[in-house]
């Protein structure tokens, strides 16, 4: 449970217009963890799972997971290492229309190497499991939004990345559908799924998170696992 899987050191992102994102964040996140970032809008949420996904460099500090220096990873690298490390599920689903729900799911899995076979099979457990195997062949247009931020969810663990980043996953769903993918992200995280969920949803928040990390301004003002008196001050 202790090892860990995200380690920010004092990281820092500063845009070409002069806005400071971050400002020397630190956050370590263990394996089996499930995360809630909170803060209020700009405050820097997005930057730190972009970072975290390589999909941003910092212009300080450190970025490593599982392992992985991320912050040092050409565009190749990146690539790869999103294939092989992160489950990303976005506000808006990020879904591609003209395929069917499975082919959706099928598509990241063979660019990361998976036969076809092997994706259809694990597409179709997948769905199964997140009680949409209904929509198999359907296109993501006809479903509900909840379904659809399912689907996502379920495009997201394909390759089975060790850690699950979402950006406000119920952000675009009305209370029903929303409290359907605060239970699957349950489910998950007490399957040993490592989560990190950016929201603004303070009962998503509870639900399905077990630690809770502020962020104001740039800065980590509170993280409920910090331990050490500095942090405990901020409070
Ligand atoms: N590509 C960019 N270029 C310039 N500034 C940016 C860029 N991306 C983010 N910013 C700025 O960095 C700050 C943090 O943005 P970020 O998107 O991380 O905030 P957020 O906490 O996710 O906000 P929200 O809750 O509205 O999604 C903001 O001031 C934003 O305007
Ligand atoms: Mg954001």
Do not use: W
Not at 19 to 25: G, I, S, V
Not at 109 to 114: V, Y
Not at 174 to 192: H, K
Not at 199 to 222: F, K, P, Q
């Amino acid at each position: 449970m202790t090892e860990p899987v995200i380690e920010l050191h004092e990281v820092s992102r500063r845009y070409d217009d002069g806005r400071t994102a971050l400002r020397q964040a630190s956050l370590t996140v263990c394996r089996g963890e499930a995360v809630a970032v909170l803060g209020p809008s700009g405050s820097g949420k997005s930057t730190l799972l972009h970072l975290i996904a390589g999909l941003d460099r910092p212009d300080a500090g450190t970025v490593t997971v599982d392992g992985v220096r991320v912050d040092r990873l050409d565009e190749t690298g990146s690539a790869l290492y999103r294939r092989s490390k992160i489950g990303m599920v976005f506000q808006f689903f990020h879904l591609v229309d003209d395929l069917t729900v499975a082919e959706n799911l099928v598509l990241p899995a063979r660019l990361a190497g998976t036969g076809r076979a092997e994706a259809k099979r694990r597409a179709a457990e997948l769905l199964e499991n997140l009680g949409i195997g209904r929509h198999t062949r359907a296109y993501p247009g006809r479903l509900s939004g909840g379904e659809r931020q399912r689907v996502a969810v379920a495009r997201a663990l394909m390759n089975r990345p060790p850690l699950l980043l979402a950006d406000e996953p119920t952000g675009a769903l009305d209370s029903a559908a929303g409290q359907e993918v605060s239970r699957l992200l349950q489910d998950l995280n007490a399957d040993g799924q490592t989560l990190v969920v950016v929201t603004h949803d303070l009962a998503l928040a509870r639900a399905c998170t077990n630690r809770t990390v502020r962020i104001g301004d740039g800065r980590i003002t509170e993280d409920t696992a910090a331990q050490d008196p500095a942090a405990e001050a901020v409070r």
